[in-house]
């Protein structure tokens, strides 16, 4: 990185795809009473259909946890210390789960889509930059094999999606790059 290229840090936590507007939408704000609230997963629960799907969203998932704050390109985002994403390279076949835990100092590319607006995926640098101890989070509730977009950033529409997933199985813990976008 370059001493004019800037980073942006966001102190929101959790965030999902909002099918409607196409923004970061922060469940730390969500009202009593939602109508229609979406958010994005891939489903990679049956290995040779990957596909995307709007969610609705119904319950949420509490619990505390120790925070990764990683760096995805220019972007932060604090996550659950014992989630995994979604990496991949751009010109190598397929996408793999790897533990949050074991990404710092490796070069592995996070895979980033917008299941809504993009055309292509892009691949962005992931390192880790800072750890917190004990942070409260809101999840929606995930199915086997379903993996969660989380916006990179906040502040623009369109975001681009990193995918992390708290458990999955050693069977969807592959994605077939051809058909994930």
């Not at 939408?25 to 609230?37: A, G, K, M, Q, R």
């Not at 994403?85 to 990404?103: C, Q, R």
Request: charged content about 25%; some cysteine; aromatic content about 12%.
């Amino acid at each position: 990185m370059t001493l004019n290229e800037s980073i942006t840090y966001n102190n929101n936590m959790t965030r999902i795809l909002n099918l409607d507007t196409n923004r970061a939408y922060d469940l730390n704000e969500i009202p009593d009473e939602v109508e229609d609230l979406r958010f994005c997963v891939l489903d990679n629960s049956d290995p040779k259909n990957p596909d995307y799907f709007f969610i609705p969203l119904i319950f949420l998932e509490s619990f505390n946890s120790p925070a990764l704050v990683l760096r995805i390109g220019k972007h932060t985002v604090k996550m659950p210390v014992d989630w995994q994403l979604l990496i991949g390279e751009n010109d190598f076949g397929d996408l793999e789960v790897v533990p949050l835990t074991s990404i710092n100092d490796r070069g592995f590319s996070a895979f980033c889509f917008n299941p809504v607006s993009s055309y292509k995926p892009e691949f962005h640098n992931v390192e880790i930059v800072d750890i917190y101890q004990d942070v409260k989070w809101y999840f929606p509730k995930l199915k086997s094999g379903q993996m969660l977009a989380v916006p990179i950033h906040n502040d623009a529409e369109n975001p681009m999606c990193a995918y992390f997933v708290k458990d999955i199985s050693r069977v969807s813990e592959v994605v077939d790059y051809g058909k994930a976008w």
